[in-house]
């Protein structure tokens, strides 16, 4: 039986497919075997004629004549879209498998954990290294716990860690380039909207001031809020806004919605009114590079970066 692998066409390839049609000559006891790739961006479709020993290529017509087009908007934008859509989960549970994650992880342990350890050590007000000890705990626990329900919600004979891992560790072309400068602009991006928010709506301090307190500290308090913020939450919300909830709605809608839709909930899920625009943003560049590079990693690192900035300013 002929093993063939599944290729990848594009327009500048189709002169030279054009112009070398390998033909063959079948024998009489010769299996043919029929491959079809279809291109959803060039609405066209490839059929691939092996036998052996010799393959014959046949190139519809449609995808020569959508060769000679001009693309349009949506076309433009899906060759940026490098995201995979053959994703781990049933389309028709990714809201409530979200709705599960929020109010069985995410609600409870990052706007409730805190509460119970002051009710069980019986303080009213918790010191700063408990609730940075705290804190890191339930931290830890929300990612294990959001990791297992994305497992959990997994099709059958899918595994969400081969899934992660192909996302974050496998290189991808330019995507060095792409990350560096996805986030130039979201760096530039954030401070024109906050110089714009400071304008309209009048200035604000930038430092958190239960943070500003923890880094105050000193070294250690550093290293576990750096690695909280830069390392933690990254990897964290990334994996839910982008790799589960963009890449899953990327399925059924165009790549620009699904980008403004993880956005408007990755804001909202911070349940932070003042910053609420600012993190819509964020979220719109992190899911744009996220379709841009086809990588989680480089969210990720983009992530980690602006919480870096966060930190060093809230030091100062």
Not at 1 to 7: A, I, N
Not at 8 to 21: D, E, P, R, V, Y
Not at 61 to 86: G, M, T, W, Y
Not at 217 to 231: A, D, H, K, M, R
């Amino acid at each position: 039986m002929v093993s063939l692998c599944e290729p990848l066409f594009s327009c500048a390839l189709s002169k030279q497919l054009l112009a070398t049609l390998i033909l063959s000559r079948n024998g009489k006891n010769s299996n043919l075997y029929r491959y079809h790739h279809f291109l959803p961006s060039l609405n066209s479709k490839i059929s691939l004629w092996t036998s052996s020993p010799n393959p014959v290529i046949l190139v519809g017509p449609s995808f020569v004549r959508s060769c000679l087009k001009k693309p349009h908007a949506d076309q433009l934008f899906e060759e940026f879209n490098e995201i995979c859509i053959d994703v781990p989960w049933e389309a028709n549970d990714v809201w409530s498998t979200f709705v599960g994650y929020l109010f069985m992880l995410h609600i409870p342990l990052r706007f409730g954990g805190l509460s119970v350890v002051s009710s069980v050590l019986q303080k009213p007000a918790l010191d700063q290294p408990t609730m940075l000890v705290a804190t890191a705990a339930f931290q830890s626990l929300e990612l294990f716990g959001a990791f297992s329900l994305l497992q959990y919600a997994t099709k059958r004979n899918y595994d969400f860690y081969r899934f992660l891992i192909g996302k974050v560790l496998l290189p991808r072309k330019n995507s060095v380039k792409k990350t560096v400068i996805g986030i130039g602009f979201l760096m530039a991006l954030v401070s024109v909207t906050s110089i714009l928010a400071d304008m309209l709506i009048g200035p604000k301090d930038a430092n958190d001031p239960i943070i500003k307190e923890i880094l105050s500290e000193g070294p250690t308090s550093q290293l576990v809020l750096f690695f909280l913020y830069c390392i933690n939450a990254p990897l964290l919300e990334e994996t839910v806004y982008r790799g589960f909830l963009l890449t899953s709605l990327a399925t059924k809608s165009k790549p620009w919605l699904a980008i403004i839709v993880s956005s408007c909930v990755f804001s909202l899920a911070h349940f932070s009114f003042d910053n609420s625009f600012e993190l819509f943003i964020v979220g719109c560049v992190l899911g744009y590079m996220y379709c841009w590079t086809g990588s989680l990693a480089s969210p990720i690192i983009g992530h980690s970066v602006y919480n870096a900035v966060i930190l060093l300013i809230s030091m100062v």
